[in-house]
């Protein structure tokens, strides 16, 4: 099985058990958004700025790696034509039960985003990828597919984590990792995954995240920090993940 079957797999089991960011859309948030009262994540805690949005009515968006029913109802609900990209079949079914439930029309693609996108060149408007690259071994392949298949004009929204979160232990109190973790080349950070049910995740410095998007072309615009919600490192108010707004010239 190679790493992102494995991740799949993972992850349709997190579902399963309840996973924050396998929990669909509520009717009743969907009926919100659709009067203008909504709100996306890119990192765990921090709505994404309305301002980092152009009008959404008619727009084209891709949510990459963003199953789960959670971010492109809120999307379809503002009239955007969503298509999403996801490894996971229980995050597709999510989506699926969220667009039959409220009645408006997406594309589902199952597909691997480290691999070339399946979309022509110039294909939207924006693309939404929340926290995700962690699953993905390299990441400068993603940011070249994401500005091939964008308009000229159009916006990247991404979410990542920043690189603490891979140095710390289980109580978020000591380092006990050297960098970079690279699970599939050091057996003991392997072992410390499957340990903790933690799929296949990698770190990427931020040359690998902020010079990756700006070395395909993009210009970036607006970002911003965030914690992990909960736990030692939260409660000190330490920022583990960050969000880039970048647009395609």
Known sequence: MNYQDYNAA?????????????????HEAYLEATKGNWAVLLTP???????WFDELKGKRILGLASGGGQQMPVFAALGAVCTVLDYSPRQLESERMV?????????????????PLPFPDESFDLIFHPVSDCYAQEVRPIFRECYRV?????????????????????????????MPFNPPKNEA?????????????????LEEQLGG??????????????????????????????ATRAVKP
Do not use: C
């Not at 805690?45 to 301002?51: A, C, E, I, L, Q």
């Not at 667009?99 to 691999?115: C, H, L, N, P, Q």
């Not at 950070?189 to 410095?205: A, I, N, P, T, V």
């Open 99 to 115: 667009a039959d439930r409220e009645g408006y029309s997406i594309s589902i693609v199952r597909a691997d985003m480290t691999k």
């Open 213 to 242: 998007q700006l070395e395909v072309g993009f210009r970036l615009t607006h970002l911003y920090g965030d914690t992990n919600g909960e736990g030692y490192l939260h409660e000190r108010n330490i920022e583990t993940f960050l």
């Open 10 to 26: 993972a992850i349709d089991r997190w579902v399963e058990n309840g996973w924050r960011w396998g929990q669909p859309l509520s």
């Open 45 to 51: 805690t921090k709505p994404v700025p309305r301002d």
């Open 150 to 178: 964008l308009k000229h004009g159009g916006v990247l929204l991404t979410g990542f984590d920043n690189g603490i979160n891979f140095m710390v232990g289980s109580d978020e109190k000591t380092i006990e990792n050297t």
């Open 189 to 205: 950070q392997r072992r410390q995954l499957e340990e903790e049910d933690g799929g296949m995740e990698f770190s990427h410095s």
